[in-house]
C-alpha cells in the first residue's frame, strides 16, 4: 500500500511562491507517473502537472512558465514549486502517485492565494 503526505501548503499574497512536498512511502514498483492535482470550492479535480518514470513532465496550461515539478531519484520525494501566484491557484492541492498496481492519493495541502 502506497501512503502520501503533502505538505508546504499555506497563504501567501499574489505573486507570492510556494514549494509543496509529498513524501511518498509505501510499494510503488519500477515504473510509476507523479502528479499535482488541485481541487478549489465548487470545481472538479483538475491537473496541475505530472512527471513519469523517464522524468518527462506534463503541466496544465494555467501552470505552464509558473510551476515546475519535480521529484527525488528514489521517487520517495516529489515536489512543486509554484511561482507568480494567482488568487484562483487557491485551491487544495492532492499529490497523486499512479503504481503499476493502483493509485494513491494524499489527504491534501491548502494553497489560499489572497491580498
Known amino acids: 500500500q502506497v501512503h502520501l503526505v503533502e505538505s508546504g501548503g499555506g497563504s501567501v499574497q499574489p505573486g507570492g511562491s510556494l514549494k509543496l512536498s509529498c513524501a511518498v512511502s509505501?510499494?510503488?514498483?519500477?515504473?510509476?507517473?507523479g502528479g499535482w492535482y488541485r481541487q478549489a470550492p465548487g470545481k472538479q479535480r483538475e491537473l496541475v502537472a505530472s512527471?513519469?518514470?523517464?522524468?518527462?513532465?506534463n503541466y496544465a496550461d494555467n501552470g505552464k512558465g509558473r510551476f515546475t515539478i519535480s521529484r527525488d531519484k528514489a521517487r520517495r520525494f516529489m515536489y512543486l514549486q509554484m511561482n507568480s501566484l494567482k488568487e484562483e491557484d487557491t485551491a487544495l492541492y492532492y499529490c497523486?502517485?499512479?503504481?503499476?498496481?493502483?493509485?494513491?492519493w494524499g489527504q491534501g495541502t491548502q494553497v489560499t492565494v489572497s491580498s
Open positions: 497523486h502517485v499512479q503504481t503499476p498496481w493502483g493509485a494513491a
Open positions: 509505501g510499494r510503488i514498483g519500477g515504473a510509476n507517473t
Open positions: 512527471i513519469d518514470t523517464n522524468g518527462s513532465t
